[in-house]
């Protein structure tokens, strides 16, 4: 028996106790540059802690994004979230396809989503005033927003959302659903998008998606026919699931932190920092979805060595609680200046979708503070439930009041 | 001060654009086109800024030139 075997197990994702604060696992983690986590799976993977090794693996080609292969980790025996073997996602084959879609999300294109956004926001919250108090902010708002704005950006049919919420849903499910239900949500999401490209292919428009078509049907290598479905796919999930529970979860917090609130509404120019500070606090998930595999060995900065063949997890929330970075990581603070966080990640695989996300988030908290002035948790915020065993693990319930 | 980007690094992420409108745009593909390689001392700080922010550590600024 190796003497690694001793040491208690650290397992991944961290436990939320409290559902409130940041997890405790976090203080003190970055004392080791990597450390070897279990995941639910059982299996085992190296996670690098430090804010200057995060942000720097990110952009190494030693870690590829491939994570089709027999012996890496598996985050759930269940779920095959992105392991396809027909899909490259390392460069340079990614960074041309990846390139497909980044001039749908420039700056100059989600601004001009932003009135989108709100009118989405607007229609969302004159539903909410006519309704019974309290409302599941979840339900009601969160979720809603961010699933409209994507479709109309990829073109999917309002009619759609309520099917296609649910196959996402019960997809992105590690262990809290049943193997059978996971692989029933796969096959209805991967019939759903299929149906959806060949109606487009058939009645194209100005969106991302019969953009996409027409560039792969004018050249089968640039983007074949498979990796439609499957970026489709990516941007879709990518695009709904983690704005709507930085969404939902981020204003659980500042509702909870009833100050932060007040001080946002007499001062608004607070609220792109506030934002982005509820952002670097992850709130809402972990970084299982950064699953790498070391192709050469690679020394991190303190001489730690990341043997070839390792499973590699890169810490966004640890990087982003990294003290030697943040000062007084554990502390949100809405003024925050220097915030350059690791959750939307770095290097060529930034998230695609980060301005997008930001403006939503925007558009969303300073909607929700300005229609409801007074709006509050029905219930104490340390009893929010977190939905845990997904790859979200924001609050599941967020019942509000005004 | 002088600015520099590179367009074969950029992975489209924005920032710059937002922190330092008028000095970084993006061409149709959301890659990074600087407007003012010598930009005016006032947006000097901002620009700082963005090139911290930059998630692909795209953007160089010379400070002496």
Not at chain 1, 107 to 132: F, Q, S, T, Y
Not at chain 1, 187 to 201: A, C, E, T, V
Request: glycine fraction near 6%; aromatic fraction near 6%.
């Amino acid at each position: 028996m190796s003497t690694e075997a001793v040491e208690t197990p650290i397992h991944y994702p961290f436990p939320w106790t409290p559902p409130m604060e940041i997890p405790g696992a976090l203080r003190g983690l970055r004392e080791k540059a990597v450390v070897t986590v279990t995941l639910p799976s059982g299996d085992k993977a190296l996670l690098v802690t430090r804010y200057n090794d995060v942000r720097s693996l990110f952009a190494d080609h030693r870690l590829s994004r491939n994570i089709a292969r027999p012996d890496i980790a598996r985050v759930s025996k269940d779920n095959d979230l992105f392991m396809d073997p027909k899909i490259d996602p390392d460069p340079p084959h990614h960074t041309k396809v990846r390139g497909l879609v980044t001039r749908a999300f420039t700056a100059r294109r989600v601004e001009a989503l932003r009135p989108v956004a709100w009118e989405i926001a607007n229609d969302l919250m004159d539903k909410m005033e006519a309704g019974e108090k309290p409302c599941n902010l979840n339900e009601a708002f969160a979720f809603p927003l961010p699933i409209r704005v994507i479709c109309k950006l990829l073109g999917v049919p309002a009619e759609d959302m309520p099917k296609f919420r649910a196959l996402v849903d019960g997809f992105l499910s590690i262990s809290k659903l049943p193997p059978e239900e996971v692989a029933a949500s796969r096959m209805g999401l991967w019939k759903y998008l299929d149906d959806l490209i060949q109606s487009k292919r058939r009645d194209p428009g100005e969106d991302l998606i019969s953009g996409l078509i027409q560039v792969s049907d004018e050249d089968n290598n640039r983007l074949n026919e498979h990796e439609l479905g499957f970026w489709t796919q990516g941007l879709l999930i990518a695009g709904y699931v983690t704005t709507a529970s930085q969404i939902g979860t981020g204003t659980a917090v500042l509702l909870h932190n009833r100050q932060m609130v007040k001080e946002i509404q007499a001062d608004w120019s607070l609220l792109p920092t506030a934002v982005e500070e509820l952002i670097r606090c992850q709130i809402m998930g972990s970084s299982v979805g950064t699953m790498r595999y070391a192709v050469e060995d690679i020394t991190l900065e303190d001489g730690s060595v990341i043997p070839t063949g390792s499973s590699v997890l890169l810490s966004e929330e640890s990087a982003n609680m990294d003290e030697t970075v943040f000062p007084e990581p554990f502390t949100i603070d809405i003024r925050r200046k220097e915030n350059h966080h690791m959750t939307f990640g770095a290097g060529l695989h930034y998230c695609v979708g980060a301005a997008l996300a930001r403006m939503e988030i925007q558009v969303a908290t300073e909607g929700l503070l300005r229609r409801f002035p007074d709006i509050r948790l029905a219930v104490p915020g340390e009893e929010l439930p977190r939905g845990l065993g997904g790859f979200m693990e924001g609050f599941t319930d967020i019942p509000v009041t005004w | 001060m002088r600015v520099e980007a590179s367009n074969d690094t950029c992975a489209v992420g924005s920032l710059c654009v937002y922190r330092a409108p008028g000095v970084f745009d993006q061409d149709d593909d959301g890659h990074v086109l600087v407007l003012q390689p010598n930009p005016p001392a006032e947006m000097h700080e901002a620009i700082r800024w963005a090139a911290r922010s930059c998630p692909t550590k795209s953007i160089k600024v010379y400070e002496d030139e």
